[in-house]
């Protein structure tokens, strides 16, 4: 009866800052795949990746009650691990291993000057490695985005107020979820 | 960029100085960084997260929270949080482990009965959580389960121990019923209130809506013994025949929570309190007092978790007796040790046992036909 996994990401940070457990279980759950893999690239390392990933993690937990994310729990996750990376990097002591690639970057690179435009390939590369995830991680993050959809799609069909649409959301989910391919009924059945 | 050199721009980004400029180029260089490398194995990957996930628990369980809302002291228990297959466990003290006990305890699920006042009496499915009041009445997956009736009639919803449900009133207000509860509804609401009426325990999250007037009409919900008044709101009613004091606790929203005057007169409320989110008020005996509580472990039943934090044993116990539908029996005083943990509803009762047992908790659970009892003793001193 995990109903955290039902709850979109808006949800689970508003139950987070309540210092809710479950939540903060479950946001870890989502993203752990993607994070974990894309800052193993970026590091090679994996005592790096798991140093900066707990880091990562504990930190969202200790500024909990006080967190203000002004965009989405997934682009503030992902700047924070480009951020926590970059600063790393910048560390005296491994800072030669990234020298060579980037001073052929400064010769070579695109620049992207525009941040948003920096922002959105983030995005789109951290997410790429979800096809890189075991099958069974695949399928919670590619479930959950089903439920960030969710809500904001069925607000916007049915131009009401997102609160009076999450007191009707969980039915029409679960019809939603019947006019969907068989495929995806699949997958909700492995968490049934 | 031709001046600064990678060495140099890496350094000036420690220190902090990085024109945007340069810290555009040095994120753009980031994303390409080994975009063509082969990613981490995904046995490897598995492996990793699961022991960070074990150090993560650690962490956030070693720290204390603000004082007002400390979520999990130290000196007791071990702590459970379930999530996914996984089991984490972290022990502060005493011994490793918990012996399962003989009798495979299964939790409560989604059970319940919804009557009609003409005597029409259906048990909900177990293999659906809600039902939902519209002309019809529905599953929330929009089976039908009864049609509409010309006049308006009173439903009760009931669960037994071990049952919960969920409930979208017609106004769009949500109930979840928790064990051994009942909620009696009408199939319309009244033009200027909406009147339910409750028995145990439940949660709700009433919608604002207007009535005559344009004005905002209120939704009341009534037990033996309190009335209370909101207007738009997330509140929890804990109000059991077999429990002392009838518990309100706000979330959200604002509610007024009435004192009957006296048994028999169901229309006598006196004395009130109003409640703003955070806090709870008790009616015991013959008083109404208010306080402010974290609002956790009265709420988290819905979320599906059991929540104990310094928890007076006969309340924990009571939950739990309700849930698994087993009988309590006190060998002598009732233990005056507190609870400490958190676990999913969903689990067998041997784990829950786990926790009381490492709270210091001393039982013994007995079977005589159907029926379970746990015999708990009072401390061995």
Request: aromatic content about 10%.
């Amino acid at each position: 009866m995990n109903q955290y996994r039902e709850l979109s990401d808006e949800e689970l940070i508003q139950l987070l800052r309540r210092s809710n457990h479950g939540a903060f279980a479950e946001i870890y759950r989502r993203y752990k795949g993607v994070l974990y893999l894309h800052t193993y690239r970026k590091l090679t390392n994996e005592e790096e990746t798991d140093d900066l990933l707990h880091d990562l993690f504990a930190a969202l937990w200790d500024r909990r009650t006080s967190l203000t994310i002004r965009d989405s729990l997934s682009a503030y996750l992902y700047r924070s691990v480009r951020n926590r990376v970059l600063d790393h990097i910048a560390h005296q002591k491994v800072v030669d291993r990234y020298e060579h690639s980037f001073q052929n970057y400064l010769t070579n690179g695109p620049l992207l000057a525009d941040h948003l435009v920096r922002e959105r390939e983030l995005r789109r590369v951290i997410e790429v490695e979800v096809a890189n995830l075991p099958i069974k991680m695949q399928q919670i993050f590619k479930l959950s985005r089903f439920h960030q959809f969710s809500h904001k799609e069925i607000a916007k069909q049915l131009t009401v107020s997102e609160k009076t649409v999450k007191n009707q959301v969980n039915n029409a989910l679960k019809i939603l979820r019947k006019k969907l391919s068989p495929l995806f009924f699949l997958l909700l059945s492995f968490y049934q | 960029m031709d001046n600064a050199s990678a060495k140099e721009l890496l350094k000036r980004y420690k220190d902090g100085k990085c024109t945007p400029e340069e810290l555009a180029w040095l994120e753009s260089w980031y994303l390409s960084l080994n975009s063509d490398a082969e990613p981490l194995d995904a046995d490897l990957l598995e492996t990793a997260t699961r022991r960070l996930e074990e150090r993560l628990l650690e962490t956030t369980s070693r720290k204390q929270t603000s004082k007002n809302r400390s979520w999990l002291r130290y000196a007791a228990a071990a702590v459970l949080v379930i999530s996914g297959g996984l089991f984490f466990l972290i022990k502060e003290k005493g011994n490793g482990g918990y012996e399962p006990v003989q009798a495979v305890i299964l939790p409560g699920g989604n059970k319940a009965t919804l009557a009609r006042d003409d005597g029409l009496s259906v048990e909900l499915s177990a293999h659906k959580a809600g039902i939902v009041v519209g002309d019809e009445i529905t599953y929330e997956d929009g089976t039908s389960i009864l049609a509409a009736q010309p006049e308006v009639v009173n439903y009760v919803l009931s669960t037994p121990n071990g049952g919960t449900y969920q409930i979208t009133l017609p106004d769009g207000t949500q109930v979840w019923l928790n064990a051994a509860s009942a909620l009696k509804y009408p199939s319309t609401f009244a033009e200027n209130e909406r009147l339910v009426e409750l028995e145990g325990e439940a949660f709700f999250d009433v919608t604002k809506k207007k009535g005559k007037a344009g004005r905002l009409k209120p939704f009341k919900i009534l037990t033996k013994g309190q009335l209370v008044e909101v207007l738009g709101t997330q509140l929890n009613i804990s109000a059991y025949a077999n429990e002392a004091a009838i518990k309100t606790t706000l979330v959200e929203g604002e509610v007024k929570v009435f004192q009957q005057n006296e048994e028999n007169d169901p229309n006598g409320f006196g004395q009130h309190v109003l409640l703003r989110p955070g806090e709870q008020s008790v009616i015991a005996g013959h008083s109404i007092k208010k306080t402010s509580v974290d609002v956790t472990p009265y709420v988290s039943w819905k979320d599906g978790t059991f929540y104990f934090d310094n928890a007076d044993p006969r309340m924990a116990l009571n939950q739990i007796s309700r849930w698994y539908d087993i009988e309590l029996v006190y060998e002598g005083k009732i233990p005056s040790m507190r609870f400490y943990g958190v676990m999913g509803r969903d689990k067998n009762l041997d784990a829950v046992l786990a926790i009381l047992k490492e709270s210091g908790l001393e039982f013994k659970l007995r079977q005589e036909g159907e029926k379970h009892i746990l015999v708990v003793y009072n401390e061995i001193k």
